[in-house]
């Protein structure tokens, strides 16, 4: 790593760029490998014994791999050249040549989810077969919601028209907007980096220049956003789904009341947090009432705290290390070799992601890297899921399956790590309650704020079963679910009422939100257990779980540790811990109130 650049990936691992011959025979491999896998066995799966299914596996299994590998390459080489029509172009090719060259493959959930019970058990006797039961498993749970073939052949044809597309249109179109504060342009990357200005000033003009391009194009998001609505209430109806959220519910194996209780149960605890939080943020910014862009404001007080990329990287591996050695080691590889992104720069989407295209192979990270103390926290999080995925390598490509409730677990857990580690290390009061208000803040932004995202997307795909949604309507909801959330301390005004279309999960992974508040209360939960001392070897054991994410079920790899997700309490419980920081935020604020800040 070179001091004073920042690095940038190479996906040469994957390709030489889109012009490397390999796509191409990949991409034939790929088709072929479909075709054979439909000569060889459809209509054939209910009588083949243990081997020869697993033949049929291991065909599957490597087309996924291929699958995978061409689509994501494809992805990421787009997402940091967004501006580049080549790059664009290339992802939307590679995106329909796989969506058409599956179609031979879509005969082999139907006719898996046809075969006899008996005979499943009988295969999966077999302890090669048995090694793909979390795949089986999860395919045999959408057997009441499949189609006929021919329907799954024309649904998954259509994709790339009708709900990818819609996406594809919302992602290019938001890579290719531009902000104007004091005649200099900025990009969407760049202009949210001023909302964490001190200058109150600065973070309003940001704030109101976001929100007047966001105007400017809500007449063609707010239709966007009204397409990907219907056409995810067709595909539920045809299936089966009685709720908007029901297919979301079933791809992260949670039911729907239990992500109804920890939604109510957020919202019950508005006012305990976020308006209790929003009244202290008001007092230390020295106003009765602060603007909705005030929320994510540094303190008057603070010390202007900025990192180089290698005092970033060095903070993050210390908090990891203080809590297991082999989480460090683990992590160090991302840093030993290019496998992240990180300056921002014109073309390249906003905000941060790791994506980890195969199973067995290694994962990316991606990031919009600043220097600021929350560019610190956000590589801790990215971080983690990419420790999460590297410990879950041996679990097959098959049986991997990204549930979103889980997914976040590591990655929030990393943050809290680094965090406690910063805390610990201050002395100052001041610089104490400065840095548990930035964490709470960003605790509240996880946990409370997602579920008023998840009121906002409830409401609106219901009232899509009755009809477009206009513009008027959808700012509508959105301001009623934020100063409810927010509470009487935050203003919730004509400055921030297009801002639903900034919220790209709506859009192409509807009712995805609520995971990042499951996770954050999972989270709080577990990391209480961890600070009580209350569980021998957690560290170990806590690897183990990571290990386990996709492929257990939630009671076996909690257990351990003596949570039960299906307990109304415990999602009071890791709201708790939020609570008890306002505490601290509190007693600091008195405390430093006597002696004048």
């Excluded at 005092?311 to 992590?331: D, M, N, W």
Aim: hydrophobic share 40%; glycine share 4%.
């Amino acid at each position: 790593m070179k001091k004073n650049k920042l690095p940038a990936w190479d996906l040469s691992d994957l390709y030489q760029g889109i012009d490397d011959i390999q796509i191409k025979k990949d991409l034939e491999s790929y088709k072929k490998g479909a075709l054979k896998l439909q000569k060889q066995y459809k209509g054939k799966l209910k009588t083949l014994h243990a081997k020869e299914f697993l033949g049929a596996l291991k065909m599957l299994e490597e087309n996924a791999r291929l699958s995978a590998r061409l689509g994501s390459f494809a992805y990421l080489n787009m997402s940091t050249q967004m501006k580049n029509a080549k790059a664009m172009a290339f992802y939307q090719n590679i995106s329909e040549a796989l969506t058409e060259y599956a179609k031979p493959t879509v005969f082999f959930s139907l006719e898996l989810n046809q075969v006899p019970e008996q005979t499943i058990n009988a295969w999966l006797k077999d302890k090669d077969v048995a090694f793909y039961r979390p795949f089986i498993k999860r395919v045999r749970q959408y057997k009441k919601y499949e189609l006929s073939e021919e329907l799954e052949e024309l649904l998954l044809e259509k994709s790339v028209t009708s709900s990818d597309a819609w996406v594809r249109l919302y992602e290019e179109t938001s890579s290719r907007l531009e902000y104007v504060v004091d005649g200099k342009k900025y990009n969407d990357a760049e202009i949210s980096k001023l909302l964490l200005s001190k200058d109150a000033s600065m973070r309003h003009k940001a704030g109101k220049e976001i929100n007047r391009v966001a105007e400017k194009n809500a007449p063609l998001f707010a239709l966007v956003y009204n397409m990907i609505m219907k056409d995810k209430a067709i595909e539920d109806s045809k299936r089966g789904f009685k709720k908007p959220i029901s297919a979301r519910n079933m791809a992260e194996n949670v039911k729907d009341e239990v992500v109804e209780t920890l939604a109510q149960t957020v919202k019950a605890n508005y006012k305990n947090i976020a308006h209790r939080y929003y009244k202290l943020k008001a007092k230390w910014l020295g106003l009765k009432k602060i603007s909705y862009w005030d929320r994510n404001a540094p303190l008057p007080f603070s010390a202007d705290v900025s990192y180089t990329w290698e005092e970033a990287v060095q903070t993050v591996l210390s908090g990891y290390e203080r809590f297991s050695p082999e989480l460090k080691k683990i992590a160090e590889d991302f840093f030993k070799y290019d496998w992240i992104d990180v300056p921002p720069r014109d073309g390249k989407r906003s905000g941060a992601f790791c994506s980890a295209p195969i199973a067995s192979f290694h994962p990316y990270l991606f990031l919009n890297f600043a220097g600021k103390q929350n560019d610190v926290l956000t590589l801790a999080h990215e971080l983690g899921h990419g420790c999460h995925h590297q410990l879950r390598t041996k679990n097959g490509d098959l049986n991997e399956h990204s549930r979103m409730t889980t997914e976040e677990v590591a990655s929030v857990f990393g943050e809290m790590l680094v965090f406690q580690s910063l805390l610990d290390n201050l002395k100052d009061d001041r610089a104490k309650l400065c840095l548990i208000a930035s964490k709470v803040g960003d605790m509240i932004n996880t946990a409370i704020r997602q579920i008023a995202f998840h009121f906002f997307e409830t409401r609106a795909h219901n009232e899509r079963q009755k009809g477009e949604v206009s513009v008027e309507r959808l700012w509508e909801i959105w301001q009623e679910e934020m100063k409810e959330s927010l509470g009487q301390y935050v203003e919730v005004g004509a400055d921030c009422k297009y801002i639903f279309s900034q919220v790209g999960h709506f859009f192409f992974l509807p009712f995805y939100v609520y995971a990042y508040s499951f996770a954050d209360c999972l989270v709080n939960s577990l990391y209480q257990v961890y600070q009580k001392g209350a569980v021998k070897d957690f560290a170990k054991k806590y690897l183990h779980l990571l290990s386990q994410t996709s492929i257990g079920d939630y009671e076996t790899i909690f257990k351990p540790f003596g949570l039960n997700l299906n307990d109304a309490k415990f999602w009071q419980q890791g709201l708790n811990l939020i609570s008890s920081y306002i505490d601290e935020l509190e007693r600091l604020d008195k405390k430093l109130s006597r002696q004048a800040f």
